[in-house]
Structure formats: C-alpha cells, structure tokens
C-alpha cells in the first residue's frame, strides 16, 4: 500500500491550489482517504476525509475553502484549496482509512493506518 502527495508549492493569499493523493496496492474507493495538515510547531489538523461510497467530510473550520474529489480510475484523491491563507502554510499528508467499505472515517489520526511523505503547501503574502 501506498500514498503519493503531490501539487504543494507556493500559492498567493487569496490563490488556489490543487493536492493529489495516488494511490496504490490496494483498490482505492474500498478506504477512505483522508487529508491532514501540520504546520511548524503546531500538531497535525485534520482538513477532509472521502470514504468509501463518496461521501465526504470538511474540518469545521476549513469548509467552504477545501473540496475533495477522486478519479478511479486514476486512483488519485484531490484536495481542492481556494482562497488560501496564511495559516494554510503546513505539509499536507494524505493517508488511509483502516476499515474496508466503512464505517465512516472520522477527521482523526487513529482511523487511518498508511500514510503518504507528504507535500508542502507555503502560502506568500
């Protein structure tokens, strides 16, 4: 099994950015796939999570500004970010959900088993 991140870089405040998360080892839409953050000094966040059927799930604070999406038949999950902040500066890692066609996957660490290297993601005013 395994997670490949790619996309970070450098984004304006106020720019988007597109994240993907390449699957493979497994059959990708079994998991769900989830997306975490940690920026310098601070613990890891959780932004979003797809499970299995599709259905998707959005950290409080960042709905509105992330959007997952996937294509099968890539086996590629994206992480959509629009008006990006500051704060917004972390490496971001995608990771997988430890349970098969369920239950959903809560924005929490412990429900997810492999990890990917992550990806930098640098918000520039």
């Known amino acids: 099994v395994q997670l490949v991140e790619s996309g970070g870089g450098s984004v304006e405040v106020g720019g988007s950015l597109k994240l993907s998360c390449e699957t493979s080892?497994?059959?990708?839409?079994?998991?769900?796939v989830g997306w975490f953050r940690q920026a310098p000094g601070k613990e890891r966040e959780a932004v979003a999570s797809?499970?299995?059927?599709?259905?998707?799930t959005y950290a409080d604070s960042l709905k509105g500004r992330f959007e997952l999406s996937r294509d099968t038949a890539k086996n590629t999950v994206y992480l959509q970010m629009i008006k990006a902040k500051p704060e917004d500066t972390a490496v971001y890692y995608c990771?997988?959900?430890?349970?098969?066609?369920?239950?959903?996957?809560?924005?929490?660490?412990?429900?997810?088993?492999?990890w990917g290297q992550g990806t930098q993601v640098t918000v520039t005013s």
């Open positions: 990771a997988r959900g430890r349970w098969p066609y369920g239950p959903v996957c809560r924005l929490e660490g412990a429900d997810f088993d492999y």
């Open positions: 080892g497994y059959h990708h839409t079994v998991y769900c």
């Open positions: 797809i499970n299995s059927d599709g259905t998707t």
